[in-house]
């Protein structure tokens, strides 16, 4: 059972336009939620994460929104580089020292 | 600031056969973590060390892997005897807080 879902396996952006990437949870315990970003042949890096207490956290180009009634949370980055391709991991816990989910991913594709 | 060390980074070995993955943290983090990231999906965690000690391994098949940190330092995974069902990246990552930092992993083929 999938706990934390994105369910768009890949997304492909134009350069300099907005990346909108989703994710949706089914666990309503779940108060801390986190992006991670991946290249290939590397592991995980932690991107952006944000409390249940509040609705949206930025930092520079990255803001993630939370939506805790839809129990949806989505990461927005303004404006898009090359660079971000790359798999976007989305992962939620039950507090800030509990053992963090993750969803299986959407690869960004960031067109020039 | 090195970050979190692993090896080896690719293994290839047959069903049945036994491998050992090694971690080195980030010096002065309590918490290490190893987690299985099968082809399209995302990282599951096998097990989770606070110091030496195991806070969760529910999910770890304690028939065919174990993992042990001795010193609260580095730690091993190991698998014995592997399955076709254990191809996957091997990812290491360790804590001070919540955020976790991971390694580059290990990509091991079961043939």
């Known amino acids: 059972d999938q706990q934390v879902k994105q369910n768009s396996p890949s997304l492909s952006v134009q350069e300099g336009r907005i990346s909108i990437l989703n994710c949706d949870y089914t666990?309503?315990?779940?108060?801390?939620f986190l992006w991670y970003k991946k290249y290939p042949a590397e592991g995980p890096t932690f991107l952006i994460s944000?409390?249940?207490?509040?609705d949206k956290n930025e930092d520079g180009r990255f803001t993630v929104f939370l939506n805790k009634s839809a129990k949806h949370l989505s990461l927005h980055i303004v404006p898009s580089q090359p660079g971000d391709s790359a798999v976007y991991f989305c992962?939620?816990?039950?507090?800030?020292?509990?053992?963090?989910?993750f969803g299986k991913g959407t690869r960004l594709h960031i067109l020039p | 600031e090195a970050g979190v060390a692993q090896s080896p980074r690719y293994k290839i070995i047959e069903k049945r056969q036994s491998v050992a993955f090694w971690c080195n943290p980030i010096?002065?983090?309590?918490?290490l973590y190893w987690y299985q990231q099968i082809l399209g999906q995302g990282p599951k965690l096998l097990i989770q060390?606070?110091?030496?000690?195991?806070?969760?391994d529910s999910q770890l098949p304690k028939d065919r892997f174990s993992a042990e940190r001795l010193k609260g330092v580095d730690s091993t995974l190991k698998i014995q005897p592997a399955k076709l069902e254990d191809s996957a990246v091997y990812l290491c990552?360790?804590?001070?807080?919540?955020?976790?930092?991971f390694g580059p992993g290990t990509r091991l083929t079961v043939t």
């Open positions: 990552a360790s804590s001070p807080t919540l955020e976790q930092y």
């Open positions: 666990n309503s315990m779940f108060d801390y």
């Open positions: 944000i409390s249940s207490i509040k």
């Open positions: 992962a939620a816990s039950q507090n800030r020292d509990d053992k963090i989910i």
């Open positions: 010096s002065g983090h309590a918490t």
């Open positions: 060390f606070q110091n030496n000690g195991v806070v969760d």
